[in-house]
């Protein structure tokens, strides 16, 4: 048994990590994973507090000191089935969960610098359960005779679909893309998220009895109205996959991509994999990259293992404003990403072929707090220079797609055109209709979304139990009508 005292004194164990020399070389994961000693040994140092004050940074609501504890009597199948009871994509979290922000930030040795590495022990405890083949034994579920509709197969579509599933409704999942995983599958690359990884865990969910269906674009397949008079309940989560531009002169030269489609032709249609794959990609010699998230982040460093010699970001606040998780940032900086701060583009220059070949920008510096909290950059006048650069991808974030809204009668939307909810419930302003994750948020976290996945499942089971139904509000209509 190992003493308070020492637990206190014990460091977070380091995560051993690929070479930067080689890793840019490759698209092999760059964490490398605990060992079972590290697991051990990092599991020992938790306090296994009486108020577990870890639990509440978690949108998953994951039994964190319960799992933990099984990791210290070396249970790990236990370990996992207690993950399971609140998360169905543990493998993904513990790679992906910006984990320094919630379950990191609240746990008490926070305090000191050292909180205990959560996330890291949720990947050990999900990859030893892959690998040993050990699977969730569920009782035989009592049918409720009802079905929903879940519309996308991001987190938050997955993570409701398996809630549901569980509670005993027939659940069908419509997704557009030709694979389920949605941002999962199309947005983080392979060395942040291993693909077979995704694909595992969808099918540990399908496995539940969720019936998946790809290809299926709601909206134009079938609009939301009409999955309405087939299913008793919908939920929405197509999360917001129309990328913004920066709208500077000479966005439409030729090797100016959004991040959106860029890391779509590399991770969804495998152009890393070019020409075992027929996706080619053209990557410039020396590339900018426009904003600091992760997904700006991920762009740069997709770049650099696709063949950049040079590869920039250029945000126009300082490190500290980055949105990006500050392993992330590390891991570019390691890999020699340039990082541009305090740096805003004005204008995209090209030759008499319309091919890109530098950007004009200017220096900036910050003022005071804007609306959103961080202190206003202001352009420095007279630091006008000129980036020399054959490639530009535009990475400041994306918005709701108005494809889904437009087929959905009286769903209200606000003026960025995502879905206005019950933040409660995810309620929609239509009844038996709710929504979650990107499409009501914007961008947000994996883990976030996975949180709304859960509160919608638990209200379309309050809604569901209570008697709602939206087939039955059309029968309802259609006796008024015709009587």
Same mark, same amino acid.
Request: with cysteine; glycine share 8%.
């Given at each position: 048994?190992?003493?308070?005292?020492?637990?206190?004194?014990?460091?977070?164990?380091?995560?051993?990590?690929?070479?930067?020399?080689?890793?840019?070389?490759?698209?092999?994961?760059?964490?490398?994973?605990?060992?079972?000693?590290?697991?051990?040994?990092?599991?020992?140092?938790?306090?296994?507090?009486?108020?577990?004050?870890?639990?509440?940074?978690?949108?998953?609501?994951?039994?964190?000191?319960?799992?933990?504890?099984?990791?210290?009597?070396?249970?790990?199948?236990?370990?996992?089935?207690?993950?399971?009871?609140?998360?169905?994509?543990?493998?993904?979290?513990?790679? +992906?969960?910006?984990?320094?922000?919630?379950?990191?930030?609240?746990? $008490?040795?926070?305090?000191?610098?050292?909180?205990?590495?959560?996330?890291?022990?949720?990947?050990? +405890?999900?990859?030893?359960?892959?690998?040993?083949?050990?699977?969730?034994?569920?009782?035989?579920?009592?049918?409720?005779?009802?079905?929903?509709?879940?519309?996308?197969?991001?987190?938050?579509?997955?993570?409701?679909?398996?809630?549901?599933?569980?509670?005993?409704?027939?659940?069908?999942?419509?997704?557009?893309?030709?694979?389920?995983?949605?941002?999962?599958?199309?947005?983080?690359?392979?060395?942040?998220?291993?693909?077979?990884?995704?694909?595992?865990?969808?099918?540990?969910?399908?496995?539940?009895?969720?019936?998946?269906?790809?290809?299926?674009?709601?909206?134009?397949?079938?609009?939301?109205?009409?999955?309405?008079?087939?299913?008793?309940?919908?939920?929405?989560?197509?999360?917001?996959?129309?990328?913004?531009?920066?709208?500077?002169?000479?966005?439409?030269?030729?090797? +100016?991509?959004?991040?959106?489609?860029?890391?779509?032709?590399?991770?969804?249609?495998?152009?890393?994999?070019?020409?075992?794959?027929?996706?080619?990609?053209?990557?410039?010699?020396?590339?900018?990259?426009?904003?600091?998230?992760?997904?700006?982040?991920?762009?740069?460093?997709?770049?650099?293992?696709?063949?950049?010699?040079?590869?920039?970001?250029?945000?126009?606040?300082?490190?500290?404003?980055?949105?990006?998780?500050?392993?992330?940032?590390?891991?570019?900086?390691?890999?020699?990403?340039?990082?541009?701060?305090?740096?805003?583009?004005?204008?995209?220059?090209?030759?008499?072929?319309?091919? $890109?070949?530098?950007?004009?920008? $200017?220096?900036?510096?910050?003022?005071?707090?804007?609306?959103?909290?961080?202190?206003?950059?202001?352009?420095?006048?007279?630091?006008?220079?000129?980036?020399?650069?054959?490639?530009?991808?535009?990475?400041?974030?994306?918005?709701? &797609?108005?494809?889904?809204?437009?087929?959905?009668?009286? $769903?209200?939307?606000?003026?960025?055109?995502?879905?206005?909810?019950?933040?409660?419930?995810?309620?929609?302003?239509?009844?038996?209709?709710?929504?979650?994750?990107?499409?009501?948020?914007?961008?947000?976290? +994996?883990?976030?979304?996975?949180?709304?996945?859960?509160?919608?499942?638990?209200?379309?089971? &309050?809604?569901?139990?209570?008697?709602?139904?939206?087939?039955?509000?059309?029968?309802?209509?259609?006796?008024?009508?015709?009587?």
């Amino acid at each position: 048994m190992i003493s308070v005292e020492e637990r206190m004194k014990r460091s977070q164990r380091p995560m051993p990590e690929q070479d930067p020399k080689e890793r840019i070389h490759n698209f092999d994961e760059v964490p490398l994973g605990y060992t079972k000693e590290d697991t051990i040994y990092e599991a020992q140092r938790c306090l296994q507090c009486d108020q577990p004050t870890c639990m509440s940074g978690c949108p998953a609501g994951v039994h964190i000191p319960q799992f933990i504890k099984k990791i210290v009597e070396e249970d790990f199948a236990d370990a996992y089935f207690e993950i399971l009871k609140t998360n169905n994509l543990p493998a993904m979290c513990g790679r +992906v969960c910006p984990q320094e922000d919630q379950c990191y930030k609240t746990c $008490v040795f926070n305090k000191t610098g050292k909180p205990i590495a959560i996330g890291r022990l949720e990947r050990f +405890v999900a990859d030893w359960a892959r690998e040993h083949d050990v699977h969730e034994e569920l009782p035989e579920l009592k049918k409720k005779g009802k079905s929903v509709a879940v519309v996308g197969s991001g987190p938050a579509g997955l993570t409701c679909a398996a809630d549901l599933a569980k509670m005993g409704y027939d659940v069908t999942i419509f997704e557009a893309l030709q694979k389920p995983g949605g941002v999962l599958i199309y947005g983080i690359p392979e060395f942040r998220l291993p693909k077979t990884i995704v694909e595992y865990e969808i099918s540990e969910i399908q496995k539940l009895g969720v019936k998946l269906v790809t290809n299926f674009v709601v909206g134009l397949t079938k609009g939301v109205d009409e999955l309405a008079e087939e299913f008793d309940a919908l939920f929405l989560a197509n999360g917001a996959g129309a990328p913004h531009f920066v709208h500077i002169p000479g966005e439409n030269l030729n090797d +100016v991509y959004s991040a959106n489609e860029f890391l779509t032709r590399s991770n969804l249609m495998k152009a890393y994999r070019f020409p075992e794959f027929d996706t080619p990609i053209k990557v410039g010699k020396k590339v900018a990259v426009i904003g600091a998230g992760n997904v700006a982040v991920d762009a740069a460093r997709t770049a650099l293992r696709l063949g950049a010699k040079e590869v920039h970001i250029v945000y126009r606040r300082s490190r500290k404003e980055a949105p990006a998780r500050a392993e992330e940032l590390a891991h570019a900086e390691e890999e020699g990403i340039k990082f541009d701060f305090l740096t805003l583009p004005l204008k995209i220059l090209g030759d008499e072929k319309g091919n $890109v070949t530098s950007m004009e920008c $200017v220096r900036m510096q910050l003022g005071a707090p804007d609306e959103s909290g961080r202190r206003k950059p202001i352009p420095v006048e007279g630091t006008n220079f000129v980036m020399q650069v054959d490639m530009v991808i535009d990475a400041i974030g994306t918005g709701a &797609n108005p494809i889904v809204a437009r087929s959905a009668t009286d $769903v209200r939307t606000n003026k960025w055109g995502y879905f206005v909810v019950d933040e409660k419930t995810c309620a929609t302003s239509r009844e038996g209709i709710f929504a979650g994750g990107d499409i009501v948020r914007g961008t947000a976290t +994996v883990i976030s979304a996975i949180g709304d996945g859960k509160t919608a499942a638990r209200a379309i089971d &309050n809604y569901l139990s209570s008697g709602g139904s939206l087939k039955k509000q059309k029968k309802v209509l259609s006796s008024l009508l015709y009587t």
